[in-house]
């Protein structure tokens, strides 16, 4: 049997100005359809941990909040990093962008750009994009730590972000 278990990912090893693009890349995806909706921005919020970064970082993730960088940008920080770093960014949008139920226009580009950046394949979004889905739907999402990342269920498949 396949259970869906997620965990949080630890950006905790990443220099502080990659994890500023983590949260940069989270707010511009928010800010893709000109309209930065309440649910997104409590998921976003969700996934800072502003204490172990330093308080000029700090006053740039706040600052991110009200004015978001651009999603291209923050995106290119993780042009080469490891996959579980890619895969975990690109299940963290989709969590963002699906909290408010919809996928906007805007949204919809922001994605395909991020999965082109990130170098991930269809095949690799589509099941990212279910994780994504299904972490909407378990029945502990609002317990959920965020950022979230995909671990193995009990039928060893692979760990996906």
């Not at 502080?16 to 800010?31: P, V, W």
């Not at 009990?154 to 760990?159: I, K, Q």
């Amino acid at each position: 049997m396949t259970s869906t278990a997620f965990d949080t990912l630890d950006l905790s090893t990443l220099p502080e100005e990659e994890r500023l693009c983590f949260y940069g890349a989270l707010f511009a995806m928010s800010d893709a359809d000109r309209l930065m909706d309440e649910v997104e921005t409590e998921r976003i919020y969700e996934s800072l941990d502003l204490d172990h970064l330093s308080p000029e970082a700090r006053a740039r993730v706040l600052a991110q909040a009200i004015q978001p960088p651009p999603l291209e940008r923050c995106l290119h920080a993780f042009k080469d990093a490891p996959e579980e770093i890619r895969h975990g960014l690109m299940l963290n949008l989709l969590d963002v962008v699906l909290a408010d139920e919809s996928i906007e226009p805007g949204e919809h580009v922001g994605l395909l750009q991020a999965s082109q950046i990130l170098g991930l394949e269809a095949e690799e979004v589509a099941t990212l994009h279910e994780l994504a889905y299904a972490a909407q739907r378990t029945p502990s999402h609002s317990a959920l730590r965020r950022p979230i990342r995909f671990v193995a269920s009990e039928n060893g498949t692979h760990a996906a972000g």
